[in-house]
């Protein structure tokens, strides 16, 4: 059980009553933590990674996304497997991460000259076998004039691309594109998520970030069913949940500012920020 239905399971066992009864909606409540959960933005975040495909203009970001730090339109290369690939192989993946590299090698004609590309490799493992796939020709994409800024992380680098006329912008949960068709690599700062990609609850030292969702979910469950007129002996744990709540924000807040640098999320922005000068050997046979 992830740490998200274990909170849930718990808190509606607090309300049994009203929960046998049908009164409380487990979808809301999905919603209640992760809205809960932005409320602490950046110090909250992860760096996460994804291949985008864009139909029609338009792709649909994903679940945690929360803001962009780079994207990059790429054409998709070919992929590698020493197996044979089932039909919607990406869609049936359990494990993914990708890599930047640098391929080089040089063609043997007249002059030998040297050649180098960049190459995005995306590592899909599922079902006990590991299929690469290969995109090339990373190029920065543009920010549209209507891209919202709280949808930007402060450090993006696509703020700064002023030579692509191919450009995107986001618009709630969908990136629309000024192009019909392709493919964009996406580095986006996003809610954390357990190793079946659903929003989790990260554990903290003292635990004030689990309390404070706590007494969030108990005050909107309580909002709910005071508004819906299905629990009027709930006004006066009301005003508690509500006192208690704010009070295991500010701790959670406090707590999350002052371990919101951990070494893995330094060694991967590393990474990150070196996307374009990675030196990587790296073959490619189809």
């Not at 991460?97 to 590592?123: G, H, L, M, P």
């Not at 909107?220 to 949940?241: T, W």
Request: proline content about 2%; hydrophobic content about 30%.
């Amino acid at each position: 059980m992830s740490n998200v239905e274990a909170l849930i399971a718990e808190v509606r066992n607090d309300f049994k009553k009203y929960s046998d009864a049908g009164l409380i909606d487990q979808t809301s409540l999905y919603r209640d933590i992760e809205i809960g959960l932005k409320r602490f933005g950046n110090d909250i975040m992860e760096v996460h990674e994804t291949v985008l495909e864009v139909k029609e203009g338009y792709a649909k970001l994903p679940n945690n996304f929360f803001s962009l730090y780079i994207a990059y339109e790429c054409e998709p290369l070919g992929f590698r497997t020493n197996e044979v690939v089932i039909d919607d192989l990406q869609n049936s993946y359990i494990y993914k991460e990708r890599v930047t590299t640098s391929n080089k090698w040089k063609e043997c004609d007249a002059c030998c000259q040297e050649q180098q590309e960049n190459i995005i490799r995306e590592n899909l493992y599922f079902r006990n076998q590991n299929v690469e796939f290969y995109y090339y020709r990373p190029k920065l994409l543009s920010l549209g004039r209507t891209f919202k800024k709280n949808a930007c992380h402060t450090n993006c680098r696509n703020k700064y691309v002023k030579d692509n006329p191919n450009e995107i912008v986001i618009i709630g949960t969908t990136l629309q594109a000024n192009f019909k068709e392709g493919d964009i690599y996406m580095q986006y700062y996003g809610l954390p998520v357990d190793e079946n990609g659903n929003i989790d609850i990260p554990e903290t030292k003292n635990g004030h970030l689990e309390t404070y969702l706590e007494y969030y979910l108990k005050r909107r469950i309580a909002e709910r069913l005071l508004g819906n007129n299905d629990a009027m002996g709930l006004s006066n744990m009301y005003s508690v949940y509500k006192r208690e709540e704010q009070v295991s924000l500010r701790k959670a807040s406090s707590e999350l500012k002052l371990t919101n640098i951990r070494p893995s999320f330094s060694k991967r922005i590393k990474r990150l920020n070196r996307l374009e000068s990675l030196q990587y050997e790296s073959s490619l046979t189809w």
